[in-house]
């Protein structure tokens, strides 16, 4: 059992977020939902909780109600192995009303803060201090993260 889960709250769309995200990353799938009954505080018959695994990880979804919205304090970092990772989840994230913010984060369509980042920068961001300050400049000016822009100005290219 994994001791940490990440707990998302939603006004209804709790078991579509969740079959969205399992639709993005592989080894996903969604293993459990709960139901509200007669007892409330919903109406009965609604998705209470989705549990879900996104490559492996496990994730709980509620249906808590619409007072409560995320701030980029906290978000969900995705690790990408390329740049083509990067553009696909980054389009697929932004489809049907996401936003995209800086420097690598985002909003999905249902208000989830998400870092969508190239493995590769972390190199980028280490070293000389004027490479780095170069590197870093051209991430702050990104949204998507375009790590051979990064490296062109890690290389003062």
Not at 46 to 62: H, P, R, S, W, Y
Request: net charge negative; with cysteine.
């Amino acid at each position: 059992m994994q001791k940490i889960v990440t707990n998302l709250w939603y006004d209804t769309q709790a078991e579509e977020a969740a079959n969205f995200y399992c639709s993005l990353f592989p080894d996903s799938k969604i293993t459990d939902i709960q139901y509200y009954n007669e007892a409330g505080p919903r109406e009965a018959g609604l998705v209470m909780v989705v549990d879900f695994e996104l490559n492996g990880q496990k994730f709980t979804a509620i249906n808590g109600g619409g007072e409560y919205h995320y701030t980029h304090a906290m978000s969900l970092l995705v690790n990408c192995e390329s740049q083509e990772e990067v553009d696909r989840l980054w389009l697929a994230l932004l489809a049907d009303g996401g936003q995209e913010i800086e420097c690598g984060w985002l909003n999905d369509k249902y208000g989830i803060p998400w870092q969508i980042w190239p493995v590769q920068a972390n190199e980028l961001l280490k070293g000389d201090p004027a490479a780095v300050t170069r590197a870093t400049k051209a991430m702050l000016g990104m949204k998507k993260i375009d790590v051979q822009a990064m490296r062109d100005a890690y290389e003062a290219v």
